[in-house]
T-cell receptor, first 111, second 114 residues
Framework: QQQVKQSPQSLIVQKGGISIINCAYE??????FPWYQQFPGKGPALLIA?????SEKKEGRFTISFNKSAKQFSLHIMDSQPGDSATYFC??????????FGQGTELSVKP | GAGVSQSPSNKVTEKGKDVELRCDPISGHTALYWYRQSLGQGLEFLIYFQGNSAPDKSGLPSDRFSAERTGGSVSTLTIQRTQQEDSAVYLCASRVGGANYGYTFGSGTRLTVV
């Protein structure tokens, strides 16, 4: 049972463009929604996270938009840079702390 | 330590052999997780330890997989009678207890079964 669905699977964006990755979840008990960035050969690193009591959170060029009624959340990367090229994972956790991941999006930012 | 440490970083084993993968969590982190990442795939939850509670083993794919956590710190993931489909990167994460945030991952162990 896939509880977090992520799209697209891969994304190519020009330098300076906006990268948008979407996720949808099923379990309304989830109350913590992080995004992770992973470079080849490395473990995932926390990028930004949100709780369902807010609709948007921004940290630098990274923004999470959250739609509780639709059970969807998305990551926006503004002014995308080649150094942002990586695999991005959305995830969701319930209060007991079990963290479930989406399938990942491979982002390539072209110079 | 400063981060989550996993060893070995790479392991090549013959089909049918047993392997042990080790995870040293961040000091003071009472929650510890194991995930499996197959080539080009997402992170598949395997098992979760929280303090002295019974572990959540709901993600273990078969009875060949087991994990233990000694003294609330170091954890070992054991795969018995390895199969080629077990080839993957095994990732460990830890976080402080009592909060479902602040998960920190190690760099993983890349297991290749030949």
């Amino acid at each position: 049972q896939q509880q977090v669905k992520q799209s697209p699977q891969s994304l190519i964006v020009q330098k300076g463009g906006i990268s948008i990755i979407n996720c949808a979840y099923e379990n309304t008990a989830f109350d913590y929604f992080p995004w992770y960035q992973q470079f080849p050969g490395k473990g995932p690193a926390l990028l930004i996270a949100i709780r369902p009591d807010v609709s948007e959170k921004k940290e630098g060029r990274f923004t999470i938009s959250f739609n509780k009624s639709a059970k969807q959340f998305s990551l926006h990367i503004m002014d995308s840079q080649p150094g942002d090229s990586a695999t991005y994972f959305c995830a969701a956790s319930n209060p007991r702390g079990k963290l479930i991941f989406g399938q990942g999006t491979e982002l390539s930012v072209k110079p | 330590g400063a981060g989550v440490s996993q060893s070995p970083s790479n392991k090549v084993t013959e089909k049918g052999k047993d392997v042990e993968l080790r995870c040293d969590p961040i000091s003071g982190h009472t929650a510890l997780y194991w995930y499996r990442q197959s080539l080009g795939q997402g992170l598949e939850f395997l098992i979760y330890f929280q303090g002295n509670s019974a572990p959540d083993k709901s993600g273990l794919p078969s009875d060949r997989f087991s994990a233990e956590r000694t003294g609330g710190s170091v954890s070992t993931l054991t795969i018995q009678r390895t199969q080629q489909e077990d080839s993957a990167v095994y990732l460990c994460a830890s976080r402080v207890g009592g909060a479902n945030y602040g998960y920190t991952f190690g760099s993983g162990t890349r297991l290749t079964v030949v």
